[in-house]
């Protein structure tokens, strides 16, 4: 059974950082295409970012209001995502959500994980 | 960045019911469409790809159709089960991935 479990969030103050990550399990991370999308509260879904699986580079690409302040990681031997935070804003607030088109090597997502919510604040 | 309305924002309807709601790209984007549902406090599921492909397990009562600019997602016969909110997403990488507003389905 694929499962996606997200961890991490927390209250964090605006500049702070924060590592969210998402425990994969049966499958692979190294070959699918893992996307974040997160949800600000009582709002619609928004793309954040994806990373493509090993046979198509490894392309990251990013949505542009969190570009040059997150980045996405995968650690292949945990079979595990990351999604490192940086430089936070209040806008950042949102549950996140860890996903993945599993063997559709598409920019739709097929699997999600429950979520783990990032509160920015001081 | 391409940019996605959904059409109408909000939908009052019966069990039973035909339902069809409107997705709108603000250029074209082929058939890379998805549409999704999300009931309060759950992530969302998977309904459509690709504009009209059923994923594996949902009801046959789904439907999606379209291409270029304009798609739609029907509910033939509305179940208790599917009022929730429903949001269609193009999926073409190239052209940023969006989302739509989304379109909630209510008694």
């Known amino acids: 059974e694929v499962q996606l479990v997200e961890s991490g969030g927390g209250l964090v103050m605006p500049g702070g950082s924060l590592r969210l990550s998402c425990a994969a399990s049966?499958?692979?991370?190294?070959?699918?295409?893992m996307t974040w999308v997160r949800q600000a509260p009582g709002k619609g879904l928004e793309w954040v970012g994806r990373?493509?699986?090993?046979?198509?580079?490894?392309?990251?690409d990013y949505a542009a209001p969190v570009k040059g302040r997150f980045t996405i990681l995968r650690d292949d031997s945990k079979n595990t995502l990351f999604l490192q935070l940086n430089s936070l804003k209040s806008e950042d607030t949102a549950v996140y959500f860890c996903t993945t088109g599993l063997d559709m090597r598409e920019d739709f997502s097929r699997s999600w994980g429950q979520g783990t919510l990032v509160t920015v604040s001081s | 960045d391409i940019q996605m309305t959904q059409s109408p924002s909000t939908l009052s309807a019966s069990v039973g019911d035909r339902v069809t709601i409107t997705c709108r790209a603000s250029?074209?984007?082929?058939?890379?469409l998805a549409w999704y549902q999300q009931k309060p406090g759950k992530a969302p599921k998977l309904l459509i790809y690709?504009?009209?492909s059923l994923e594996s397990g949902v009801p046959s009562r789904f439907s999606g159709s379209g291409s270029g600019t304009e798609f739609t997602l029907t509910i033939s016969s509305l179940q208790p089960d599917d009022f929730a909110t429903y949001y269609c997403?193009?999926?073409?990488?190239?052209?940023?991935?969006?989302f739509g507003p989304g379109t909630k389905v209510e008694i």
């Open positions: 250029q074209s984007i082929g058939t890379w």
């Open positions: 997403q193009q999926f073409n990488s190239h052209l940023g991935v969006t």
């Open positions: 049966g499958f692979t991370v190294t070959n699918a295409w």
């Open positions: 690709q504009a009209s």
């Open positions: 990373i493509k699986g090993k046979t198509d580079d490894e392309t990251i």
